[in-house]
């Protein structure tokens, strides 16, 4: 998460495209773009939109305009920023209008999104309801190229108090090295196979296959991170890379949430929110990071997850536009005919589950607004 920037649509004389709203988010490995597409026909009073709304409770007004669209998540490898270019000219992004008409409507109103947040604990994930009460203090870890571990006491009060250069860069460098995988998610596919115990000392296999129990340590428990390669007589071809991806993900993921767990301790944090794109919703990064962290802390942390993991930092942005005008919108559901809601209780955005995800990271969100 390095350079954060917003690009705000300017009224031109050219032709409008639907795009009102652009954030970037460009880090060490990822461009991360998050931005708002109006339908072409939002701007209207949508009966059916109204008749669902009342259906959920909310209160319709026919004289209240609509503005209907989906937020976009994408993103581009940073070393390939001219296709990010190319991506935001083809589409127009950096055209279009309606910018300062909606913008303290996605500053004020998208700060919470239902089913975000989820624990991941025995390949069983499950959404957490979180009370906006009772949601600080809490650690914010993100995985990026590197790690940033940030204390968060209040809306806008927050302070970075620790990060480690062994992050997802280190995981998908040293990777690339050791295996000749050509892209990430190759490389992660293959830690699925993968057996870490073959590169890994084990506690059992200094104590002779036994646990060393005055110490509390189980004989599965990993003594030495990648150990075994210097006992055998063996080199680099002899290991399977599905081995190597699989112990140097545990290794990474591992010490993290050992790092994350040791700083909530630190200034006694319950709760430790994991994101950045390292993780990619996948399983075994999950479990090794909460088995990590519900082991050092005795069950007394929480490891959660977030759905947009990767985009906090340009979903950061795309909020924090200037204030503008339309101070009372207020954001309703979605029609059903959407793949995915976004509903409204009281005044905040709720998405559903549903994403419509490319399974490359992009992902779309339907969402329905209507002025007050
Ligand atoms: N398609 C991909 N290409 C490259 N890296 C990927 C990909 N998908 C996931 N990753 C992982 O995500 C990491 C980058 O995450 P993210 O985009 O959150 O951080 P960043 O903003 O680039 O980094 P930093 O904040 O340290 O500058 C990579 O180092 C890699 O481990
Ligand atoms: C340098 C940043 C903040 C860039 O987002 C990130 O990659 C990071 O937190 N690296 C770890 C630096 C350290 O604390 O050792």
Redesign the pocket.
Known sequence: ??HLAHVSNQPNTQPQSQISHLAL????????LVYFCRYDDSCRDDDELRSQNESLGSKSDNSRPVLGGKLHFA?F??SKINDCLEFIHSMKLHLGGGAYKFADLFKEKLSVIHQEAFTYLDGQKEFAQIDPNDLYPYLLV???????MIKVDGDGKFERVSGTSL???????LGRLLTKCK???EL?ELSHQGNNRVIDMLVGDIYGGTDYAKIGLSATTIASSFGKAISDNKELVDYKPEDISRSLLRMISNNIGQISYLNALRFGLKRIFF??????GHAYTMDTISVAVNFWSKGEAEAMFLRH??F??ALGAFMSYEKQCLDGLTVNKIPQRFPISVSSAGNKIYCSMNGKSNG??NESIECTVYGT
């Open positions: 998460m390095d988010d460009i880090g060490g490995s990822l461009i991360k993103k490898e940073t993100n995985i990026g190229s590197g790690v940033s992050g997802g860069g280190t995981f998908w460098g892209n990430f998610d992660l994101a950045g794109f390292f993780i990619r993991e990767g906090l930092g490359n990271g």
